[in-house]
């Protein structure tokens, strides 16, 4: 609305053969070519093309009517500006090639063919100008969608990146629960069978066994504290504890209370060390809470660790209670495949009939002792 009214100020004025501006009364009619302009020049946002021919041809009218030409060559700067600005780059450049050619020759034809006439090149400078000014404003257009892409972009990476870790550490909590709470739930249920059957015959036997199940539930209330706390004081490293020789038998000799056939092969041929690395360990631990929950219990469980100076490997065989058709990894096994993958190892469990095999490859930590 604004650009319409500079263009009915400005139609009112003219320049004369003497070159002198002055000021047009204008008729009923040419009040009417004076409200066209001004609306093509109010519209050209929108309509840019269609205002920019309409503009035109009302600047060429001058020529020949007293119709005043200022008001309707600023109309005419107007809408070229925004076809520059706003339209595709081939219809902006063949509508600045034809208007350019126009407004010159018009200009020249005007006053002799004298190409050289200031107001020619005043007239060749009317294009130039509204297409510079278009030009930088469709480069800052373009620069202004490129910033907000990037910012949506990274607002997207930031939004994915958060998700990532979000998951991670939703799996680490529910692998760590697993890992601290399972293996000690598995002792309870066992110790709990174990005090059921001795109770009438062993009492004393039987009393050992709950202490067994109290001891368990501390350490389950121990662990899911030690978890919660590390939440919230934002200390939760990835520093894992390493296990001595002794606890990995003792271990064993936990499930063996239920599962008598444990066979342990135990190779160390680290030099000067006595120690278990935490991933090693609880993939033990992993296969054997495994074998209590799934297999048979009056079956052979072949428990084989050879522990290298590079690297650590488990091999687990048990026999499970029915036989498989159909293999799908639990909770467990798949949290303890994450931390072995973390940790730049492999593993691998396969069960063909009643035959479940594990193995992992676990790279040694260093300084393990």
Same mark, same amino acid.
């Given at each position: ?151 949506? #972009? !990274?607002? *997207? @990476? ?6 990532? $870790? =979000?998951?991670?550490? &939703?799996?680490?909590?529910?692998? +760590? ?37 109290? #001891? !368990?539930? *501390? @350490? ?6 030690? $978890? =919660?706390?590390?939440? &919230?004081?934002?200390?939760?490293? +990835? ?38 690395? !935490? ?91």
């Amino acid at each position: 609305m604004l650009l319409g009214l500079f263009v009915l100020a400005g139609t009112l004025v003219e320049v004369d053969r003497q070159q002198m501006w002055v000021l047009v009364h204008p008729e009923a009619g040419v009040e009417l070519l004076i409200l066209v302009a001004a609306a093509a020049a109010a519209t050209a946002r929108t309509f840019p093309v269609p205002a920019l021919a309409v503009a035109s041809l009302l600047d060429a009218l001058p020529y020949w009517l007293p119709i005043g030409g200022a008001g309707y060559h600023l109309s005419f700067m107007i809408c070229l500006y925004m076809v520059v600005a706003r339209c595709p780059r081939r219809t902006a450049a063949l509508a600045v090639a034809t208007v350019f050619v126009l407004q010159v020759g018009l200009m020249a034809y005007d006053f002799g063919w004298l190409w050289g006439h200031f107001f020619v090149l005043l007239a060749a400078l009317s294009v130039v100008l509204p297409t510079a000014l278009g030009v930088a404003a469709r480069s800052r257009q373009a620069a202004v969608e490129a910033l907000e892409a990037r910012a949506e #972009e !990274a607002e *997207r @990476s930031r939004d994915s990146e958060a998700r990532k $870790l =979000l998951a991670e550490d &939703r799996l680490r909590v529910a692998r +760590d629960l697993h890992d601290s709470v399972a293996h000690q739930i598995a002792i309870m249920n066992l110790s709990t069978a174990v005090a059921s059957n001795l109770l009438p015959n062993r009492p004393e036997e039987a009393r050992q066994a709950l202490v067994t199940v109290r #001891e !368990a539930g *501390r @350490s389950v209330i121990a662990s899911i504290g030690d $978890l =919660l706390t590390g939440l &919230r004081e934002d200390n939760w490293d +990835d520093v894992e504890p390493d296990y001595d020789l002794a606890e990995l038998r003792n271990l064993v000799d936990e499930f063996r209370t239920l599962m008598p056939f444990i066979e342990l092969d135990l190779s160390n041929h680290r030099t000067g060390t006595h120690g278990v690395g !935490a991933v090693t360990y609880l993939v033990v631990r992993e296969g054997l809470t495994n074998a209590y929950k799934h297999g048979d219990h009056d079956a052979p469980v072949h428990v084989r660790l050879h522990l290298g100076s590079e690297s650590d490997s488990v091999r687990m065989v048990n026999t499970t209670r029915h036989r498989t058709s159909g293999f799908e990894e639990g909770f467990g096994l798949r949290g303890m495949r994450e931390r072995v993958n973390a940790a730049g190892g492999r593993l691998r469990v396969s069960c063909t009939d009643r035959t479940f095999t594990m193995s992992a490859q676990v790279p040694a930590r260093v300084g393990t002792a």
